[in-house]
Every structure is written in structure tokens, then in C-alpha cells.
């Protein structure tokens, strides 16, 4: 039997966090980020070895990651540090990583104008990824339709996705599929997203030896 081809779409700093949060919270997220490549490559060893008989494996075509932007005005180091890991990463044609600016709330003075420190710069409140899921939900529609994909596997916590997985089975070309992070010592804490039909689809779970085989190893500056 023939190869599926296998496109994986990553809700990037979801995957990330919640994998930091349940293998290796002791440590700085940003030390041990994921990498894309070894993280799609250890996902398609597991769920093939998870096969019955008979079945198809399936192997990487793309990977697709989707993940929020610092602003190299308010966040210059990590906008650095961010854009070196986008041209790290995507040096395997197979991956592509496409960033959405983060939304920064400013302080404001009582003018209503945003307040500077005293070296001029504007004062961060807060900052918040948006748009990722709408992105991630449009590449799981689009790559499902496309005539050179066989399987899907959407790599995400977030249940805001789950209406996508929906309406990608609708189209009944592609298979689609999910991703999870599994400890089985922390089962309560170990989420996965399902269709909201009654249906049920395949989902590999990773454990803590695949996380850290994921780890990328690069120290950036």
C-alpha cells in the first residue's frame, strides 16, 4: 500500500506551551522551544507504529506553522530572536512558518495618548496572540481540499479548532486527524480536541521522550 501524504498544521505556540507546561515547567519556555521539523517527524513515527496491520503509514509532505510576532518596536529581542527561528526552521523546504503580529495594549497618560518611560518608549501593558486559530482552522480547510494531500493532522489544544475539524470532515476528501501531548501520570491535565458530530477520528499522542526529542537545540540570541 501506497504513502499517504501527510500535511501537519501547528498552532505553534499552543503545541509549545502546553507541552512546556506539562513536561518541564521548571525551566524557561523559551529554552525549550519545539522545533518544528523534529516535531513533525516524531509525530508521523508514532502514529505510524500506532497502525494496525494493513494500513497505510503516512509521510511528511509539509508542515505548516502558524505563530504570533513580536513587535520589533516594543519587543525588539524577542522580534530578533523570533525572525532567526522563522529562517532556522524553514531551511527544510517542507516547512513554512508564517507569523501574525501580536496585539500590545499601551499604557495611556490622561490625555489618552500612550505614556512613554523616561527614555521615551512606550510602556507595555499587556500582549495577546490573535488571529493564529482563524489561520490555522483556513489551512486545515485548504490543504484538506487539495488533490496531493491525504491526511491532515491538526496540532492544537485549542477547542476554538474544533468547529474546523468539523467542516474539513464535511468535505470527506482528506483524512483528518489530531495531535496531543499525553502524560499519563497527569491524565487530568491531558486534553485533546475532538469534532463536536459524534464523530471520532484518529489522534497521536506524544509523551515527554518525544517532547524532548523535539527540543531545538539552537541558542538564539
Not at 17 to 26: K, R, S, V
Not at 107 to 129: F, N, Q
Request: charged share 30%; aromatic share 6%.
Amino acid at each position: 500500500m501506497s504513502e499517504l501524504q501527510a500535511v501537519i498544521v501547528v498552532d505553534y505556540q499552543n503545541i509549545h506551551l502546553t507541552g512546556h507546561e506539562l513536561f518541564n515547567p521548571g525551566q524557561p519556555a523559551h529554552l525549550d522551544l519545539v522545533h518544528p521539523l523534529h516535531f513533525a517527524n516524531q509525530l508521523l513515527k508514532v502514529r505510524n507504529e500506532k497502525q494496525q496491520p494493513g494500513m497505510a503509514h503516512a509521510s511528511l509532505q509539509r508542515v505548516l506553522v502558524y505563530r504570533g510576532e513580536p513587535s520589533a518596536e516594543h519587543d525588539p529581542k524577542p522580534y530578533a530572536r523570533n525572525q532567526s527561528q522563522k529562517s532556522e526552521w524553514m531551511r527544510d523546504p517542507r516547512v513554512d512558518v508564517v507569523l501574525r503580529p501580536l496585539r500590545y495594549e499601551l499604557e495611556r497618560d490622561a490625555t489618552g495618548r500612550p505614556a512613554t518611560d523616561a527614555l521615551g518608549r512606550k510602556i507595555v501593558k499587556g500582549k495577546v496572540e490573535k488571529g493564529v486559530d482563524v489561520l490555522c482552522a483556513l489551512a486545515v480547510m485548504r490543504e484538506a481540499r487539495k488533490d496531493d494531500v491525504n491526511v491532515v493532522i491538526l496540532a492544537s489544544h485549542d477547542t476554538d479548532l474544533e468547529p474546523a475539524l468539523d467542516e474539513a470532515l464535511e468535505l470527506g476528501a482528506a483524512k483528518i486527524e489530531t495531535f496531543s501531548w499525553y502524560d499519563p501520570a497527569q491524565r487530568r491535565r491531558c486534553r485533546q480536541i475532538r469534532p463536536r458530530r459524534g464523530r471520532t477520528i484518529w489522534n497521536t499522542r506524544l509523551g515527554e521522550s518525544e517532547f524532548r526529542n523535539c527540543t531545538d537545540l539552537t541558542r538564539y540570541a
